[in-house]
């Protein structure tokens, strides 16, 4: 049967972008994006995707060519998960809470022609644009109405002005084709430009808008910024199956609840540390959804606390885990039916774990990381989780030697230490780097940190290594409290520790005060860890 | 960024066996189907699929090989659609009312080397097998505990049992590699071999989970038949969620029903005609099902009598629409919001039309058949309705001249004729070929014209469709007789045909008489479709 070949009517190049001619033909009146008080329905997106494409094309874009947005979740950035890539460019979509000098990086890095801007991030942009040393990107501001350009050379609108709504645009004829380009913040040296391709944007979309149970009657809250994976690939899922996005400038926890009410939102993204923001906004006590809100969380695992609050609001809690390399979710962990009778510890306990990969990332093991022969799923033995399937990244832009470092073996090596339960579901311990040796012990910090986390005046927790003549190592915890607790002995923080772990596991030392974050909100170890070895 | 190799970790071949590996992994203790008094989780059911594997292994079957099924929607049927293709050979299941020597013809032009036949179609296969001039396939058997074999060589679950539930496959490396063979029944001559391949096999479960609402709490009751499209994907649709599939090997109204409660069935698909005998079976009345379960119908558009009663049933009904060569459903009547609060008559007509491609076929027109120009979409001017995208076939098998007009000027041409609404949906009104549909089967018209015109006292002969309150349609015959031929009786010319025809082929009614004719000689097939629909 070899001789039945491809051809134009039964072989097409898998793209997301097909995904916005689907919704727009089959509910072209129906509302594709809120943002405040505007609204457009999907007729009007897909007009603006190709007004954009169309105009970013005069503007002399052409495939291969990088275009950059550094804006929060507002529709220019969702439009330009689909203009940009319709003309076979790739879309840099920015952390709004770089810095200048990062952002000077990646936009050289990247070799971005145009920035799209949002005019909230005009200064930082304009410093960037300034440390820059190579040739600078065009600069399109988005602006609000009446305001002049505070950086860029053209206003958003103007530049869609210019466009041409009925643009025809065509369609990749690789699906291996680069679609997006997201640096990661890397702990250590210059951020690593992941590469994703249209195929994975596709497979990736589908398994998150399965996995999630979106369907046309979905209203999705972009709580999760679209900087960060291209928001797990939200702004293709969502589309193809038409449901409706609802955008989202900043986070206010009161807002957020506000907004989930008003439009009726059934799904969002958030991390844990957002989930207990809005447990603690004003009036979430005695708040409770009427609808069905279902909210997908990532990052680290939810608490116990964070599961009991959400299901009190109404909320139903999923735990998935990815990282920017497999274009977001890879895994979830998937509610078993016989979990819900369960007491709420031993449920967040089966919940907290990463679980197992959704149907794009056909292959996972916890093995070891060099000859990567696979640990027994014992729940005990630690090994590197490591993945193979159609969502993980073509590679690190012009770094061949991260990219091969990260395939060693014909593997993806995430980089996470984990074990592997009898019941095949995964348990990240720790980061490759995080993990702590004591007296030849592995500690897991997150294990530590799990248990610090139910101290009733903890806020938030990071244990990090300290160096100790003795021990080689010993867990040394910083701790930030719940505001208006008063600063407690660091004893009764480590004898709470002592009644929930092995001994050898509880912090020896104990630091109060705030935590360092990077611009993505993630505790910075590697200060903690300076700090630690300077005690 | 060209120089992002595939490699190992990245790139994988798109298979709907891996769904399985997903289901096995993610709900080992579930029940996977249901068969009767027997269960099988998703590990066992697993299992048995690599058993089957293994053992058509240790029988010669090798990649491009293929295996043929005749049965009805059993455990067997099921697992063929993992089994076969676990080995790289192409499963080729066959309609179980066709006659030996359809059978024949089919089992020798697939070239299977093995049939797996259920013991209660051992007799039409004991003939079909007689009837073959060439190499016939080794015969495995499914039979009732108990007793013997009626026309096998060996039997199935004797098969199973040699064979390795551990069995290591190879999944396919090339994504367009053969899965299944599925026989048309041609309008003229011979039937048509389509072929399919892992990568449609794979978008277009996913593409019907999406768009039937699958979820890992779906269970689904087999009433349509797997050897129909491979079942529209449903055999790896239900998978791909963890779903449970409820067998059936013959359809009865009121078992059907019954299973729906027992087994709180949420999905199934039906031809209009299956629902009518539903609304009509014993109980139906006054049935009222209190958890949601939904139906998608195709074939024929559903009446609006039917909407009512199955909506008053509490099952909802969604109208798909596609053909063997798409892997069943390319398009959906998508409901509209606005749509609930109309009158059922108005709602029925808007539900009749077959809507909108899915996501797996991004491109669809209503086109001129030569020029492929579309028309209008206007509701009134007729077009041949044409598709392309990642679930059309790969082709005819061993049939260049068919595969190539099919995909003529880079399309596929569907052979129905349609029309296009403003709202885009399309509504087929009149089959380009003269097929007659009985009961969800197609009948060739040329077909059953070329038996009768064998029998000695027919002149000419035509045969259309008749409207039938039970089967939708069901052949009538017009006959000229020969000069000086008396009158016969009906079913003297009934009963030659059942002699030469699978019985559901042969003519309910037959009329003697002059034929109509255009002035070039041809039969007037329009003016015999409005006779037969006044008689």
């Given at each position: 049967m070899s001789e039945l070949a491809k051809n134009a009517a039964n072989y097409r190049a898998l793209t997301p972008l097909d995904f916005l001619v689907w919704a727009s033909r089959a509910y072209p009146r129906k509302t594709a994006v809120i943002d405040g008080e505007r609204r457009f329905t999907y007729s009007e997106f897909a007009a603006r995707c190709r007004r954009l494409a169309s105009a970013l094309a005069g503007q002399g874009i052409v495939r291969g060519d990088t275009v950059a947005v550094l804006a929060p979740n507002i529709p220019a950035t969702l439009e330009a998960h689909y203009g940009v890539p319709m003309l076979g460019a790739v879309l840099n979509a920015l952390?709004?809470?770089?810095?200048a000098a990062s952002i000077a990086f990646i936009l050289g890095h990247g070799g971005a022609k145009i920035l799209i801007v949002d005019a909230e991030f005009a200064s930082v942009a304009r410093a960037a644009l300034e440390a820059m040393t190579g040739p600078r990107p065009m600069v399109v501001e988005v602006t609000e109405p009446g305001t002049g350009l505070a950086v860029g050379e053209m206003d958003y609108e103007e530049l869609l002005g210019a466009g041409d709504p009925a643009f025809v645009w065509t369609p990749p004829s690789?699906?291996?084709?680069?679609l997006a380009l997201n640096y990661t913040s890397g702990t250590t040296g210059d951020p690593k430009g992941v590469v994703y391709h249209h195929r994975g944007a596709f497979l990736n979309a589908l398994a998150n808008a399965m996995t999630f149970g979106l369907t046309a009657r979905s209203v999705y809250l972009?709580?999760?910024?679209?900087f960060h994976c291209n928001g797990w690939s939200y702004p293709w899922a969502v589309t193809a199956v038409g449901g409706t996005h609802v955008c989202l400038r900043r986070i206010d926890p009161v807002a957020v609840l506000d907004l989930i009410e008003r439009h009726s939102v059934t799904h969002f993204c958030a991390a844990p540390i957002i989930l207990n923001m809005l447990m603690h906004a004003e009036g979430a006590r005695d708040k409770r959804f009427s609808h069905r809100v279902q909210v997908a969380t990532g990052g680290a695992a939810p608490p116990s606390t964070v599961i009991a609050a959400m299901e009190g609001m109404g909320i139903e809690v999923t735990h998935l885990y990815g990282l920017t390399e497999s274009y977001g979710p890879a895994t979830v962990c998937l509610p078993q039916e016989?979990?819900?009778?369960?007491p709420l510890a031993e449920r967040a306990g089966l919940m907290a774990r990463q679980g197992l990969p959704h149907f794009a990332v056909p292959e996972m093991m916890v093995a070891d990381s060099e000859t990567l022969a696979p640990v027994p799923a014992d729940g005990a033995t630690i090994g590197e989780l490591v993945f193979r399937g159609h969502t993980l990244m073509k590679g690190y832009l012009a770094n061949p030697k991260a990219t091969d470092a990260a395939f060693a073996g014909g593997w993806f090596h995430s980089g996470d230490l984990a074990v592997q339960h009898p019941d095949g579901y995964v348990e990240i311990k720790d980061r490759a780097k995080d993990i702590i040796i004591s007296g030849g012990e592995n500690i897991s910090s997150l294990e530590v940190e799990e248990v610090l986390y139910r101290h009733p005046s903890v806020l938030e927790a990071a244990v990090v290594a300290r160096p100790d003549a003795t021990w080689g190592e010993t867990p040394c915890a910083f701790i930030a409290l719940k505001p208006g607790i008063p600063i407690p002995d660091a004893n009764e923080i480590i004898g709470f520790c002592r009644q929930n772990l092995a001994h050898f596991k509880c912090p020896r030392t104990v630091v109060f005060g705030e935590l360092p974050k990077t611009a993505t909100g993630k505790i910075q170890k590697f200060t903690l860890r300076q700090q630690a070895g300077e005690l």
């Amino acid at each position: 049967m070899s001789e039945l070949a491809k051809n134009a009517a039964n072989y097409r190049a898998l793209t997301p972008l097909d995904f916005l001619v689907w919704a727009s033909r089959a509910y072209p009146r129906k509302t594709a994006v809120i943002d405040g008080e505007r609204r457009f329905t999907y007729s009007e997106f897909a007009a603006r995707c190709r007004r954009l494409a169309s105009a970013l094309a005069g503007q002399g874009i052409v495939r291969g060519d990088t275009v950059a947005v550094l804006a929060p979740n507002i529709p220019a950035t969702l439009e330009a998960h689909y203009g940009v890539p319709m003309l076979g460019a790739v879309l840099n979509a920015l952390n709004i809470r770089l810095d200048a000098a990062s952002i000077a990086f990646i936009l050289g890095h990247g070799g971005a022609k145009i920035l799209i801007v949002d005019a909230e991030f005009a200064s930082v942009a304009r410093a960037a644009l300034e440390a820059m040393t190579g040739p600078r990107p065009m600069v399109v501001e988005v602006t609000e109405p009446g305001t002049g350009l505070a950086v860029g050379e053209m206003d958003y609108e103007e530049l869609l002005g210019a466009g041409d709504p009925a643009f025809v645009w065509t369609p990749p004829s690789d699906e291996w084709q680069s679609l997006a380009l997201n640096y990661t913040s890397g702990t250590t040296g210059d951020p690593k430009g992941v590469v994703y391709h249209h195929r994975g944007a596709f497979l990736n979309a589908l398994a998150n808008a399965m996995t999630f149970g979106l369907t046309a009657r979905s209203v999705y809250l972009w709580t999760l910024p679209m900087f960060h994976c291209n928001g797990w690939s939200y702004p293709w899922a969502v589309t193809a199956v038409g449901g409706t996005h609802v955008c989202l400038r900043r986070i206010d926890p009161v807002a957020v609840l506000d907004l989930i009410e008003r439009h009726s939102v059934t799904h969002f993204c958030a991390a844990p540390i957002i989930l207990n923001m809005l447990m603690h906004a004003e009036g979430a006590r005695d708040k409770r959804f009427s609808h069905r809100v279902q909210v997908a969380t990532g990052g680290a695992a939810p608490p116990s606390t964070v599961i009991a609050a959400m299901e009190g609001m109404g909320i139903e809690v999923t735990h998935l885990y990815g990282l920017t390399e497999s274009y977001g979710p890879a895994t979830v962990c998937l509610p078993q039916e016989d979990w819900q009778d369960k007491p709420l510890a031993e449920r967040a306990g089966l919940m907290a774990r990463q679980g197992l990969p959704h149907f794009a990332v056909p292959e996972m093991m916890v093995a070891d990381s060099e000859t990567l022969a696979p640990v027994p799923a014992d729940g005990a033995t630690i090994g590197e989780l490591v993945f193979r399937g159609h969502t993980l990244m073509k590679g690190y832009l012009a770094n061949p030697k991260a990219t091969d470092a990260a395939f060693a073996g014909g593997w993806f090596h995430s980089g996470d230490l984990a074990v592997q339960h009898p019941d095949g579901y995964v348990e990240i311990k720790d980061r490759a780097k995080d993990i702590i040796i004591s007296g030849g012990e592995n500690i897991s910090s997150l294990e530590v940190e799990e248990v610090l986390y139910r101290h009733p005046s903890v806020l938030e927790a990071a244990v990090v290594a300290r160096p100790d003549a003795t021990w080689g190592e010993t867990p040394c915890a910083f701790i930030a409290l719940k505001p208006g607790i008063p600063i407690p002995d660091a004893n009764e923080i480590i004898g709470f520790c002592r009644q929930n772990l092995a001994h050898f596991k509880c912090p020896r030392t104990v630091v109060f005060g705030e935590l360092p974050k990077t611009a993505t909100g993630k505790i910075q170890k590697f200060t903690l860890r300076q700090q630690a070895g300077e005690l």
